[in-house]
């Protein structure tokens, strides 16, 4: 037999309202279920793109820390080497290259017969620079003369003066002629083209002849 088959008309009808009121019930359930689901999908999209547009913010903010970082580590890197460099010329001894000499010797030889003199500050560095200007100085036929300072060292180019300055100077008596003097101003520029420090003066004191030119080779500037 079917089910509710033997009910009254009485127990048929209540039956058949609460079915009823079950199924509108069902369907307003439904339809709010839905619009629940429909908002609340649409809201968790929201938040999702808020935390899409976030991940994006903070991965661009790392790019840039990464790209400043790197900038940062160059700059470094670079002061590091510009440091290096600076260590190594301060370390290396002053030269110059037979290249060098050679340009030197040319500027000076028209003044061939000059008459120079030499000293120097203690040292191995200082010597060599100076035997080093005393064989551009030859080559360009200028004439050595003794030192005459009171004091005087032996070295492997010669007996020469001792001075305890700093850098190259070219210095002459404050009585030399002018072509003298014009020959300290070129010699100078020479040794300055050639990245070799150096001042010329002129010496109302030390120096006896006004025809001499003293190259005097101190200690390499610190």
């Not at 307003?28 to 793109?49: D, Y």
Request: hydrophobic share 45%.
């Amino acid at each position: 037999m079917w089910p509710f088959a033997d009910l009254s008309l009485e127990w048929a009808t209540f039956w058949g309202d609460a079915a009823n009121i079950a199924l509108i019930a069902c369907l307003i359930g439904g339809v709010l279920a839905t619009f629940i689901i429909v908002r609340t999908t649409s809201v968790k999209e929201h938040h999702w793109e808020v935390d899409r547009g976030a991940s994006k913010e903070r991965v661009i903010q790392l790019e840039t820390q990464q790209e400043a970082s790197k900038a940062l580590i160059a700059e470094a890197n670079a002061r590091a080497l510009e440091a290096r460099v600076a260590l190594e010329k301060f370390k290396a001894h002053r030269s110059l290259t037979p290249e060098q000499q050679g340009r030197i010797a040319g500027k000076l030889k028209p003044f061939a017969g000059q008459e120079y003199a030499l000293s120097v500050a203690t040292g191995s560095e200082s010597e060599d620079l100076m035997c080093l200007i005393d064989e551009i100085l030859t080559a360009a036929e200028w004439k050595k003369q003794p030192a005459f300072m009171p004091i005087t060292v032996d070295t492997r180019c010669g007996t020469v003066g001792v001075n305890t300055l700093s850098g190259v100077h070219i210095r002459v008596s404050d009585k030399a002629e002018f072509n003298v003097q014009q020959r300290v101003v070129e010699f100078v520029q020479a040794l300055n083209d050639e990245d070799i420090a150096t001042q010329g003066a002129k010496d109302p004191k030390n120096i006896p002849s006004p025809t001499i030119v003293y190259v005097m080779i101190g200690n390499k500037p610190q």
